[in-house]
Nanobody
Framework: QLQASGGGLVQPGGSLRLACAAS??????TAWFRQAPGKEREGVTC???????FYADSVRDRFVITVDHAENTVYLQMNSLKPEDTAVYYC???????????????????WGQGTLVTVSS
């Protein structure tokens, strides 16, 4: 099971930390995707089995993805949030080993339920 949490309402310029916790298996390469109302799902960031990371241009230098192996959890620290970051955020993972990750959705076989992030004043 993959559980995403940490969403909420935050003002522009604020911060939130999302968590993606796995139970019953060990996290492999893990990614965050988001889907805003009326828009297609977008790949945001990922961290590979070797802890290499990738960030979409829209979030680079504002978001940071990390993994805590002891907690079997991937975190997404989101800073300097903008209204356009408003979306449902989903985490996804695969137990296949990849040295480098991607934000291609078909690379992941286990998905969390999503957590809503709203950036508004």
């Amino acid at each position: 099971q993959l559980q995403a949490s940490g969403g909420g309402l935050v003002q522009p310029g604020g911060s939130l930390r999302l968590a993606c916790a796995a139970s019953g298996f060990t996290l492999g390469s893990t990614a965050w995707f988001r889907q805003a109302p009326g828009k297609e799902r977008e790949g945001v960031t990922c961290i590979s089995s070797s802890e290499n990371t990738f960030y979409a241009d829209s979030v680079r230098d504002r978001f940071v993805i990390t993994v805590d192996h002891a907690e079997n959890t991937v975190y997404l620290q989101m800073n300097s949030l903008k209204p356009e970051d408003t979306a449902v955020y989903y985490c996804a993972t695969t137990q296949n080993y990849y040295a480098y990750c991607s934000v291609i959705a078909t690379s992941y076989d286990t998905w969390g339920q999503g957590t809503l992030v709203t950036v508004s004043s």
